[in-house]
């Protein structure tokens, strides 16, 4: 498996697989599946393996795109799948019962990942819940001294994807240039 | 699964048949994610007509008497050059499709600019569909329900009511060209020369910026509707709600914004509980950050608040929220830095190797919503800010940027 690759996670609804999709140049692979347990509360069908995507660059190389499943119980892939990683995107579903318990979780499960390479955070759902808002997403990020991309995001919207991902390469090196 | 993408052109496809017509509809869903749509010509924004058809010269004549200024590209077996017309070569590269429809909406975005009557993209829209689902895109035809909703409720941010109407809008995305009319084109200055250092200095007061932050406060401290603006055209500020009504004009609005406001052009009204917010009934919906940004932008042109120190550290609170914010070159580069540690201005367009009033313009935008200030902390100057490091995939990285701005 190539290095090169950046790993999309949150909880179940976030948007993940739609995510991808914005910005893959393949059809993304998915493995949806019928929810049968809470997870179908909130949505019919859900990712129990993992979602990938491709983004092809000049001279052949490739970026890939995976997202993590939903469940945490299949938190023990996360390692594995992060391995050499260039950056994680975290999306979160505001419309959740409590979005900065996800936002916490994810921070913490996936800190060794973070700490070596880095995070940005979509606010996803934020037209069916205006609260909490961005702002509320950065203070509770202050006690631990986070100063991350939190962007409001559409998952179906190439551009806002574009957005977070660009935003997660320039906190790697801010004098990348396109 | 229907996908909105910032791309997002209504395509007609002239002189063509099926196999062609399918060909292109799957290149538009392979390479463009379904963000450009075959539409019957007479509602598509622009056209791509196939000259090598039976009677396709007439064809092409014809169309352009039709719709005349509407975009064109030309599909040809042969080299050909037209004036004012993007015209390919057969067969196809893909990416050369991609880059003629990318210049196309731009080239469609910078006349938008200019018309006289024009709506703004940015200006927002509501949408009644999920974000962050795989549900299809509804938002081109909720919105104007959803407007019709927030006419005779435009404030449903009760607290007890979570679900409210959005003033989401697709990012936008300003290129070097169309972005000079929010950050001019003032060539760097040097900070040894007093005149061209008060040049790059303009006074927020004398701005409609300044208005509309006085306005935003009234609301908010006496909570209750505000009006500003004049005959012309108005935007509405609901008491303590974040989310602004918008009845004027974006010609008129950048009008507004760009030169001080004279005496008596711009009024704030506080408005009773019986006064409707807005005079018309043609209104759109932005968040106060948007509008504060945009108004912020036009006022500055490139220069900072007066006041501002050049050479000295400033600091950035936080990330903008930058998908529903006029993204212009450079912006997440300079937050990026920024956030690190802080900078002077000077040293950030020179750290970036950047335009100075890219930087400029980022710090009256960022500090018109409240996110920059000058950093006052002695640690903040004791030492020169850490050289910036390549990071060890520089190339990989930089080649993954390009590849996401030209999609």
Redesign the interface.
């Known amino acids: 498996m190539s290095n090169h690759k950046i790993i999309f996670t949150g909880p179940v609804g976030a948007g993940k697989t739609t995510a991808i999709a914005s910005i893959s140049d393949i059809a993304p692979l998915r493995t949806d599946e019928a929810a049968s347990d809470m997870t179908k509360n909130h949505k019919p069908e859900t990712t129990v393996a993992l979602d990938y995507g491709l983004i092809n660059l000049t001279g052949g190389e490739r970026i890939h795109l995976y997202g993590t499943p939903g469940q945490e119980r299949f938190d023990f892939m996360w390692d594995i799948l992060t391995e050499g990683g260039i950056g994680l995107v975290l999306l979160l579903n505001n419309s959740r019962p409590d979005p900065f318990q996800d936002m916490h979780f994810f921070l913490k499960a996936f800190k060794s990942f973070i700490d070596q390479a880095t995070v940005a955070i979509g606010i996803t759902r934020t037209d069916e819940t205006d609260s909490p808002t961005v702002a509320d997403y950065h203070l509770q990020l202050q006690s631990e001294a986070y100063k991350l991309p939190i962007f409001e995001v559409d998952a179906r919207r190439r551009e806002d994807v574009s957005l977070l991902v660009e935003a997660l390469l320039y906190s790697l090196d801010p004098g990348l240039v396109a | ?1 229907s ?5 997002s052109l209504r395509v007609a496809a002239v002189g063509m048949d099926e196999r062609m017509r399918c060909a292109l509809q799957l290149f538009f869903q ?2 463009c ?1 379904n ?1 450009c749509a075959l539409v019957h010509e007479g509602s598509a924004e622009i056209s791509i007509i196939d000259l090598d058809g039976y009677k396709s010269q007439q064809l092409l004549e014809e169309h352009r008497i039709r719709y005349p200024g509407r975009p064109l590209i030309i599909l040809s077996l042969k080299n050909m050059q037209l004036d004012g017309i993007v015209c390919l070569r057969k067969p196809l590269n893909p990416q050369q499709l991609l880059a003629a429809l990318r210049q196309m909406k731009e080239q469609m975005a910078v006349t938008k600019e200019s018309e006289p009557e024009q709506t703004d993209d940015q200006v927002t829209r509501t ?8 549900a299809p ?1 509804k938002s081109v035809h909720a919105a104007s329900s959803s407007v019709e909703q927030t006419r005779d409720n435009p404030c449903l ?1 009760g607290k007890e009511q ?3 109407q ?1 003033t ?1 809008v ?4 300003l290129h070097e060209r169309s972005s000079n009319a929010y950050i001019g084109s003032a060539p760097d200055i040097d900070p040894e020369n007093p005149k061209q250092v008060a040049d790059a200095q303009y006074d927020p007061e004398d701005f409609f910026q300044s208005y509309l932050k006085r306005a935003l406060s009234i609301a908010e401290t006496e909570n209750r509707d505000v009006r500003i603006g004049n005959k012309m055209g108005s935007i509405g500020i609901q008491g303590q709600c ?1 989310t602004i009504s918008v009845g004027m004009s974006e010609n008129l609005m950048r009008a507004l914004s760009v030169v001080p406001v004279m005496n008596g052009a711009v009024a704030i009204t506080r408005l009773n509980g019986n006064e409707p917010l807005l005079a018309t009934e043609e209104k759109s919906l932005i968040s106060s950050d948007a509008l504060l940004w945009k108004t912020a932008l036009w006022a500055s042109r490139g220069r900072v608040p007066c006041g501002t120190s050049l050479t000295e550290p400033v600091y950035l609170r ?2 903008p ?4 914010l006029y ?1 212009f070159p450079h912006v ?6 920024l ?2 540690e802080p900078h002077s201005l000077l040293d950030i367009a020179k ?2 190797n950047i335009p100075q009033r890219n930087v400029f313009a980022f710090y009256s935008a960022t500090h018109a919503i409240g996110l920059t200030g000058s950093a006052q902390r002695a640690v903040d100057k004791l030492f020169e800010p850490a050289t ?4 060890r ?2 190339g ?10 030209l ?1």
């Open positions: 699964m996908q909105h993408k910032g791309l392979g390479h994610n963000s949408e009644t569909s999920e974000s962050g689902s795989a895109d941010a979570r679900t409210t959005s989401h697709a990012a936008t995305r974040k936080q990330w929220n930058m998908p529903r993204v997440l580069r300079i937050a990026a830095l956030i690190r750290v970036l910036v490091k390549k990071h995939r520089h990989l990285l930089s080649r993954l940027l390009s590849r996401l701005h999609q």
